[in-house]
């Protein structure tokens, strides 16, 4: 009799535990959109209720698309018009939002393209082709475009960012797919190049301004001539590239402050969420952005380890790091708590300076006035943030 | 003290371990941490007295602080950054609560371990295990005694050569590394003699041969049957508790977990009792005794 009242007892509270303990941030999976592109307000009040993240993924004139909904943005649910016309075109994107009005929380919609695009990042245009706001660019195989819908209503245009210094990289260069005139263009617009990329020194264009004004650092630039391996391990420094400075050789003189933009984003992680350890939902920016991209003041002489540091002690930003006496570099393992191999076996964090991801550590890479550094979170060994020579040595 | 639990059949004293001893494993729930160690520690102190205070004081102590110390000095995951540290990386709230509850699971493990080895005898385990599987159970009895019994011997040794005047305690530096060099010479030689010898005994006496008994005094009565169904619904509560989730709890990056929900402290009554079963018997048993002695 004694154990039949437990036993009742233990049935009883199995039953129930699982539905009474309180719901952590959980991704569920997918959900398509359907062919009317309205998803009901039910869907959204669960979404809401148990706290989860979800993504939307449709598909338009062969495009996929796919928004990112986390239930804590959720404030009203109500029916929501999700569908988006996509037009592809070589260099551009045309959207056609179906919904006539903002959905009332912010959401990251992903575009996965049918083709590459030969972009650092792209920019979002109105119907007044006004830009409204930046979008990254990711993709192993085919390009996908990330940013935050701010607007949801009427039509918008996403075009590659030509303004973007690192928008000839080593890839542009061997396809040889942009025009001069493009080049031209690009140098002239552009006042933070101030080394010689391949891409130009192949087309013989003289780049004016190659400042020598602001290098009493002491970083030089590869001619292209080394073959062997440094006794780091790092590969040869393409011709061009600024060539490793070990830290313990670099001046630091505070007295010279100079500036660089710096950013810290991980919006590759939104295109695999099955794949993020559950545990770190609850420290992923909805929209991937961890520290947008602003200008810094960095002291001459510092490296990108340097100013990531002292960036994220001031913007009380988590970031851990070792030091790896191989390669005579910090090694940076996590930043807001998301790690490596946080996001498959693959993943991790990269960084990249106008355009191009360096084959050495970051606190071998000195910094020069006006230089662009973007660290990013690849899923992909860095494919899928174009990086994947960094990683693979080109192979 | 007189230990009642340690007369239970051998399976029940095995169960008790091994449920005991995976609990404290797969759960890292703190108020589960902090019940098992309390009640390990309360049964040490049961069993051993004295004997437990000075080890937890000159052993256990040192090596909880030491695992304690350690986490937060290499990991460095976790939301709230308290300060930073030398090398440049946080040191985060998140990894010394984490140091902290590891260090008590491994102190823990280690009282649990040390009651292990003072219930289960050699001969109740090789009872339990001798006739499915005679030659493993037998290395693994071996084995889990050789520390003790080279302790033992060692000091026997040790005091035989302090009589003879070769002791490792004076003379110069080069005489006493002499003498020790010497007393761990014997010990290998007696530890390797002693294992051939318990090897050949069993084997004369025919050991693990298809057909042969043996005798033993354990019989499964009915305090040993209501003691299982105890375990077992422990055990089937607790197991149920873990794969509802009902135990949840994580350190990283943020610390979460339930911790005051209904079920949650149903789930802690039944780990109080589980882990003090032995302590309860024995008080139970205590009762009975006095009791008896009050009508004389």
């Known amino acids: 009799m004694k154990y039949k009242i437990l036993l009742l007892f233990l049935t009883v509270n199995i039953i129930f535990c699982g539905c009474n303990l309180k719901q952590e941030k959980d991704y569920q999976g997918n959900i398509n959109i359907p062919e009317n592109g309205i998803v009901e307000k039910s869907v959204f009040s669960q979404i809401q209720e148990n706290n989860a993240v979800v993504t939307f993924s449709g598909e338009s004139n062969c495009c996929k698309y796919e928004w990112t909904v986390f239930g804590d943005d959720i404030e009203n649910p109500r029916d929501i018009n999700l569908a988006i016309e996509i037009t592809e075109e070589p260099e551009q994107v045309l959207l056609n939002f179906q919904s006539n009005d903002y959905f009332g929380f912010s959401s990251v919609l992903s575009i996965h393209l049918n083709s590459v695009w030969d972009c650092q990042s792209a920019i979002v245009y109105d119907s007044e082709n006004n830009a409204v706001c930046g979008a990254s660019v990711t993709g192993s195989e085919n390009t996908i475009l990330n940013y935050t819908a701010l607007q949801t209503s009427g039509t918008f245009c996403i075009m590659p960012d030509k303004a973007d210094s690192s928008q000839i990289n080593i890839i542009a260069a061997e396809e040889k797919e942009i025009t001069t005139e493009n080049r031209i263009s690009t140098t002239k617009n552009n006042q933070q190049d101030d080394y010689l990329t391949p891409a130009e020194q192949f087309s013989g264009i003289a780049v004016s301004g190659e400042n020598n004004d602001n290098t009493s650092n002491n970083r030089i630039i590869s001619d292209g001539s080394q073959t062997e391996q440094d006794k780091y391990l790092t590969d040869p420094v393409p011709e061009g590239k600024p060539m490793p400075v070990e830290p313990e050789n670099a001046e630091i003189n505070e007295q010279t402050q100079y500036t660089c933009t710096f950013s810290v984003e991980c919006s590759t992680i939104l295109n695999n969420l099955g794949e993020l350890n559950s545990e770190k939902l609850d420290v992923l920016p909805a929209d991937g952005i961890i520290f947008p991209a602003t200008e810094v003041i960095f002291y001459e002489g510092e490296s990108v380890y340097d100013v990531l540091q002292r960036i994220c002690k001031e913007n009380n930003i988590h970031m851990e790091a070792s030091w790896t006496p191989m390669y005579n570099s910090a090694y940076v393992e996590g930043i807001h708590n998301l790690y490596e191999f946080d996001c498959g076996n693959l993943s991790g964090w990269m960084y990249r300076v106008d355009g191009w991801y360096p084959n050495y550590g970051c606190s071998r890479y000195q910094l020069k006035d006006g230089e662009v550094v973007e660290w990013r979170y690849t899923c992909d060994l860095g494919n899928d943030v174009g990086g994947g020579y960094a990683v693979t040595g080109g192979e | ?296």
């Open chain 2, 1 to 296: 003290m007189r230990d009642t639990f340690s007369r239970c059949h051998p399976i029940i004293n095995f169960l008790f371990f091994g449920l005991v001893i995976a609990y404290l494993m797969f759960i890292m729930h703190p108020v589960m941490l902090i019940i098992s160690f309390l009640s390990a520690l309360s049964y040490a102190v049961y069993l051993d007295g004295r004997k437990t205070v000075i080890f937890c004081l000159k052993f256990l102590l040192p090596t909880m602080l030491t695992a304690m110390i350690i986490n937060p000095a290499f990991s460095h995951e976790g939301i709230t950054i308290l300060c930073y540290l030398p090398s440049g990386n946080p040191l985060t709230l998140e990894s010394i609560l984490y140091g902290i509850s590891s260090s008590v699971m491994l102190g823990t493990s280690l009282l649990w371990f040390r009651c292990y080895t003072i219930i289960m005898t050699s001969d109740k385990f090789v009872y339990i295990f001798g006739k499915i599987i005679p030659a493993l159970s037998l290395v693994l009895s071996m084995t889990l005694r050789f520390i003790p019994k080279f302790k033992a011997q060692f000091e026997v040794v040790r005091d035989a050569q302090y009589c003879i005047g070769k002791d490792i305690s004076d003379g110069s530096i080069f005489s006493r590394l002499k003498n020790a060099v010497r007393i761990f010479s014997i010990m290998i030689t007696w530890s390797l003699e002693n294992a051939i010898e318990t090897a050949d005994s069993m084997k004369s006496r025919g050991y693990g041969l298809k057909g042969r008994t043996a005798f033993s005094i354990y019989r499964f009565d009915s305090r040993d049957k209501s003691i299982l169904c105890c375990l077992l619904f422990c055990g089937i509560y607790l197991t149920c508790g873990i794969l509802a989730d009902g135990l949840k709890w994580r350190y990283f990056p943020s610390v979460k977990g339930v911790l005051a929900e209904p079920f949650t402290i149903s789930f802690y009554i039944v780990y109080i009792l589980l882990c003090n079963i032995p302590v309860f018997i024995n008080r139970k048993e205590d009762k009975i005794w006095r009791s008896l002695k009050s009508e004389i």
